[in-house]
């Protein structure tokens, strides 16, 4: 790897775009980086200002994620208190053991308003395609729309994010949104009066303002969201029992088919069979997928299964579970064996697997 390249990669990683191989591409080549013979480009930079930015952080990372390998990790679940040091190789349960499974191995896809489907690698670069006067760009791990107006030919594409997957783009109007695993946004090439996308899964948002086109996403849940140019969290998965809109800046409407609310910066929104408002909530816990962590805190042993399920890509079976909660945050780039050791140490939860189909075998 050139260093040219390592920086392209760094700043995918500065994103938090990047996965479990190519964080090990990082952390290989800074290893190797003062003995590299290299010529230093200076269209990169300072070269002792790079490293001063790149490497700590890297470091910090590599140090985070051997420490997690080692599974050292911090739990309270009910009134216990447990630590946690087991070598975090093998998970071995009712006499099987867990495989290596990391997280991705699938590619999102970007599905054009031709019905025609682009695969989405995270290092490609260029153009993807052209539709009418816009160009879909992707460079590394995010697209972009850009073009000249077309109110009068609405046209949709589709980007659904498989099971350990996650990705990035920047709507023509400059709104930013990370989509996370199991997810699909469908969204016009080019927006006219309104501004509406559809969102099946989690995303965050940040919305360009542009106070003469609100901006509105529908969701499987039954909620609307309506925006001016603001910052939020939307978790609307099918398989969750509520849908819930996570402010951070700005304002945003609520509404279901009865009733409507107004969000404050730091408020949550939810519908079940009713729409309901809480003024606290944990935003480190509500982008944790973003910003590359599991994070949970009070979380309910089947709402743990139900993340791993989406990113390691993995079935889970179960007849019953314990009433237990969880507290603890997790890199997503570790194997699956070592949540699942996690899991297993606090008692009342033991695991079989066949191929990519998690079975608790033992919850009481």
């Not at 990035?168 to 009066?193: E, H, Y």
């Not at 951070?248 to 309901?276: F, Y």
């Not at 996690?342 to 033991?350: A, E, I, K, N, W």
Request: glycine letters at 8%; one cysteine or more.
């Amino acid at each position: 790897m050139t260093r040219e390249e390592y920086l392209k990669l760094y700043e995918k990683y500065d994103a938090g775009l990047c996965n479990s191989e190519e964080l090990e591409l990082l952390h290989a080549y800074q290893d190797d980086f003062e003995l590299l013979n290299l010529p230093w480009n200076p269209a990169m930079g300072e070269e002792s200002v790079i490293k001063a930015r790149s490497f700590p952080r890297i470091q910090k990372t590599r140090i985070f994620s051997i420490l997690s390998a080692a599974a050292a990790i911090l739990l309270l679940i009910g009134t216990g208190l447990f630590y946690f040091l087991h070598p975090a190789k093998e998970v071995k349960t009712t006499g099987m053991s867990i495989p290596h499974i990391l997280p991705g191995g699938t590619q999102p896809t970007l599905t054009l308003s031709d019905g025609s489907v682009v695969t989405l690698d995270s290092l490609q670069n260029g153009t993807l395609a052209k539709q009418g006067n816009t160009t879909i760009t992707s460079h590394h791990g995010q697209l972009t729309y850009e073009g000249a107006d077309e109110k009068n030919n609405i046209v949709y594409n589709t980007i659904n994010i498989p099971k350990g997957g996650q990705y990035a783009l920047v709507l023509s109007d400059g709104t930013k949104v990370w989509i996370n695993a199991a997810s699909t946004l469908r969204f016009p090439v080019r927006f006219g009066n309104e501004r509406i996308v559809e969102l099946t899964g989690e995303a965050y948002f940040e919305v360009a303002q542009q106070p003469a086109h609100p901006f509105k996403v529908i969701t499987g849940h039954k909620m609307n969201i309506d925006v001016l140019g603001t910052h939020f969290n939307v978790n609307a998965y099918a398989n969750e029992p509520k849908g819930i809109v996570s402010l951070m800046e700005g304002s945003v409407k609520v509404s279901d088919a009865q009733h409507t609310c107004i969000l404050k910066p730091g408020q949550q929104a939810w519908s079940d069979n009713d729409l309901r408002v809480a003024d606290e909530m944990d935003e480190e816990q509500v982008l944790a997928w973003k910003n590359g962590q599991f994070q949970f805190a009070n979380t309910s042993l089947e709402q743990v299964l139900r993340q791993l399920e989406r990113w390691y890509n993995i079935e889970v079976s179960y007849n019953q579970l314990p009433a237990k909660h969880f507290y603890g945050t997790i890199p997503r780039n570790v194997e699956l064996a070592q949540v699942l050791n996690m899991l297993t140490v606090t008692g009342g939860v033991t695991f079989s697997m066949e191929g990519h189909k998690l079975t608790v075998t033992n919850g009481k």
